[in-house]
């Protein structure tokens, strides 16, 4: 009988400066404190990033409000996103999302690519299934869409892969972040044999 792995414990630390207020996740309790460490400097890290990313440092008059979310918390994967919203005036401010999916085994981010059979053509396949998507709910879209990235925005939230873009990048602001949510088992067989998306689809 498989033994189902425990979601990872996880608090909320808050950044707090003029103009700035930060609340990003860490994870506590793992009995292997160097992967729990490394977890959380990546975590920190891309926090930095973001505020970087908005602006923050080179003018700290910028409103920066940030958040995050968890979609996935089990079978030793944590998948989770980062958000982060910056207002300097004008009709609206600017959200960016960090998708990041930890293999909470050997405490590494996984990366896009990762996911998948090295001798496939996931780029492709997966790009045509957006490319349906787009047309099915006749998403107005910025410039044509061809291909997704090498490194494509994504999470993982239960037994799908979530692909989504920034603002903008497809398609206009109004549109928020497109979000295309792809089941597992469509995509099964382009799906790496160690790939943490193979321990999403095991039954226990």
């Given at each position: 009988m ?14 707090k400066?003029p103009?700035?207020e ?46 995050y979310?968890?979609k996935?918390?089990?079978?030793n ?8 919203y ?5 009709v ?15 405490g590494e981010?996984i ?70 949510p ?9 799906i ?5 998306l193979?321990?999403?689809?095991t039954?226990?």
């Open positions: 498989n033994i189902i792995p425990l979601p990872v414990q996880i608090n909320t630390l808050s950044i400066r103009n700035l930060i609340d990003y996740p860490v994870i506590t309790g793992l009995s292997n404190k160097e992967i729990e460490n490394k977890v959380n400097n990546e975590i920190i890290k891309n926090v930095n990033n973001l505020i970087f990313q908005q602006g923050y440092i080179q003018e700290p008059k910028i409103d920066i409000k940030g958040s979310e968890i996935t918390n089990e079978r994967i944590l998948s989770l996103t980062l958000l982060s910056s207002y300097s005036g004008g609206h401010g600017f959200t960016i999302i960090k998708g990041l999916t930890f293999d909470i085994i050997t981010v990366s896009f690519s990762q996911l998948f059979k090295k001798n496939r053509p996931y780029k492709e396949e997966v790009s045509e299934i957006i490319k349906k998507e787009i047309l099915e709910r006749k998403m107005p879209i910025l410039g044509g869409f061809n291909e997704i990235l090498p490194e494509q925005d994504y999470y993982i939230a239960d037994k799908s892969l979530v692909i989504f873009f920034q603002l903008y990048q497809l398609s206009p602001y109004a549109q928020g972040f497109p979000a295309f792809i089941s597992l088992y469509r995509i099964k067989d382009l790496g044999d160690k790939s943490i193979k321990r999403m689809m039954f226990y």
